[in-house]
């Protein structure tokens, strides 16, 4: 409630008052009160005192559209609770037959100008359906450019609609000087709410606006009064030049440019939005031509320094200068490049090279270093012999291995989850150049700091008993394959396979390792059937 102010907003606007009207001063909202019922006053007056005298008899066009103007007089003028999408296709639905009718009774009017006036009468509804239509996203809508460029090219179009019907009506000469002028306060009153929503706040502008679209009631219902007068014969209206220019503009708004605009020159410029693409310096190659200079605005403005665009374009521009001349420039020659390839590039030719060619250089550096590797696996392979020939199995292997990372190598049942023996191995108190756990084990050999030959041979039986003759240590351990695989997997590059090491299927086998420095052996078969 707002006190002595409600009774008179109820009695004037037809509806109960918002909280933004209750926290405005009295005296305006008052003041805007009187003067719309004032003009309410007027209003009733003009849409209740019937048609005028008839003059000459109607057609069924001119009959139509007089019904449609006062159902859409009655339709403003009655408060509506309806959602929006529903009040917006009622009110489509009265507005745009009338347009048509209005485009066929004209009088005085070429077809070229009428045919012009239905197509831009037709670009607000079109443009409102389509929004009521759309998703609820209106942050996203305000924020984009070719939504605000279609309001834009609505709000012109809604414009020179007006002008255009002014024109027709004044032409066709069955409407007064009054309908005339009602009618061209319908669209100066958009310009004056905009001067007086500049010049006060809260409920005023509202009782002002409220005032304002009066008119276009009044100029619908003196439109549809005058219908049944003598219309006068002059020469056709034609389209002027101006109207066609401003048609052709406002497609070109709604189409929109093939790229927006590159540069604004002021830093507060909505396209620094849009610098989260450059996160990261840039390399030049990969960004187009007439992106180039916004991505070195990215990657220099700072949100704290208020420095137009154009001031750091001529900055970045003269340290190109002074970079040519041979003089130091505190840029990184990474930024400049953005602006001058050609000068850093004679100095750096790599700041040149896009993101593709850096990935491919990487690969062909990584395919030469895996070539190399696999060259010297295979002399080392090449070198390595089987220290026990007289053991002889179809299921051995003998390869070198280097591991780089002083890292163990081991064997385990590869359908297995290794993870917890691997926990059990490297959390035990101590342990020497064996580890095992379960289906995993581990081999510490101190040969594993140069190049080691390892021969791994999978026996069905126990070998002979231990030769410890020209070995440094000799360990066993036990090792489990529930799914009767067993696997050494060693990371280096030799690319000999091992076989599967255990050859009497699941069960439990024993490991048997012999190591001395550049050699290990390993003996694995089973120590007994699984139950």
Request: proline share 7%; aromatic share 8%; glycine share 6%.
């Amino acid at each position: 409630m707002i006190g002595t102010a409600t009774p008179a907003w109820l009695a004037t606007m037809w509806y109960p008052p918002d909280e933004i009207v209750g926290k405005s001063p009295l005296v305006p909202v008052l003041g805007g009160l009187l003067l719309l019922g004032l003009v309410n006053s007027w209003m009733l007056w003009q849409v209740l005192r019937g048609p005028a005298p008839t003059a000459v008899p109607m057609g069924r066009a001119a009959t139509g559209l007089r019904l449609l103007l006062y159902v859409n007089v009655l339709w403003l003028l009655i408060p509506s609770f309806l959602p929006g999408l529903v009040e917006t296709v009622i009110g489509l639905a009265l507005w745009v037959p009338a347009l048509v009718l209005l485009t066929v009774v004209l009088t005085g009017s070429g077809r070229p100008f009428r045919l012009a006036l239905l197509l831009l009468g037709l670009v607000e509804p079109a443009i409102s359906l389509a929004s009521g239509l759309a998703d609820d996203s209106k942050l996203q809508l305000f924020v984009s450019p070719a939504y605000r460029a279609t309001l834009m090219a609505v709000g012109v179009a809604t414009f020179v609609v007006m002008v255009m019907l002014l024109l027709a009506q004044r032409r066709d000469g069955r409407w007064s000087r009054v309908t005339l002028l009602v009618g061209l306060g319908t669209f100066a009153s958009a310009f004056l709410v905009e001067l007086v929503d500049g010049l006060t706040r809260g409920s005023t502008i509202e009782s002002i606006a409220e005032a304002m679209d009066v008119l276009y009631v009044v100029w619908l219902a003196r439109t549809a009064h005058e219908l049944n007068r003598e219309p006068r014969q002059k020469a056709p209206l034609r389209v002027p030049t101006a109207v066609a220019a401003v048609g052709a503009v406002l497609l070109l708004m709604v189409v929109g440019p093939e790229g927006g605009p590159r540069l604004t020159y002021t830093w507060q410029s909505d396209q620094l939005l849009d610098c989260w693409a450059w996160s990261e310096p840039p390399r030049v190659a990969d960004i187009p031509a007439h992106e180039r200079d916004r991505a070195y605005l990215c990657s220099v403005s700072k949100p704290d320094r208020y420095v137009s665009d154009q001031e750091l374009l001529g900055k970045g521009r003269d340290a190109c200068t002074r970079f040519a001349a041979g003089e130091p420039v505190k840029a990184r020659p990474a930024l400049l490049a953005l602006l001058c390839p050609e000068v850093i590039g004679r100095k750096y030719p790599d700041l040149l090279l896009s993101s593709a060619q850096i990935d491919q250089q990487q690969a062909e550096k990584e395919n030469i270093e895996r070539e190399q590797l696999a060259r010297e696996a295979r002399k080392e392979d090449a070198l390595c012999r089987d220290p026990w020939p007289a053991l002889r199995t179809r299921f051995q292997a003998t390869a070198s291995y280097y591991d780089w990372d002083a890292q163990p190598y081991g064997i385990w049942d590869p359908e297995a989850d290794t993870e917890e023996d691997s926990e059990v191995i490297w959390n035990a108190e101590s342990f020497d150049t064996l580890g095992t756990s379960g289906q995993l084990a581990l081999i510490f050999t101190p040969s594993q700091d140069w190049a080691t030959c390892v021969t791994a041979k999978a026996l069905r039986s126990a070998p002979p008993p231990l030769r410890r003759k020209g070995w440094d240590e000799v360990v066993e351990a036990d090792i489990v394959s529930d799914s009767g695989h067993l696997v050494m997997q060693m990371l280096s590059a030799s690319k000999v396979r091992f076989p599967n090491l255990a050859r009497s299927g699941p069960g439990i086998y024993r490991l048997r390792l012999y190591t001395r420095p550049g050699e290990d052996l390993i003996l694995i078969y089973p120590a007994k059937r699984a139950a």
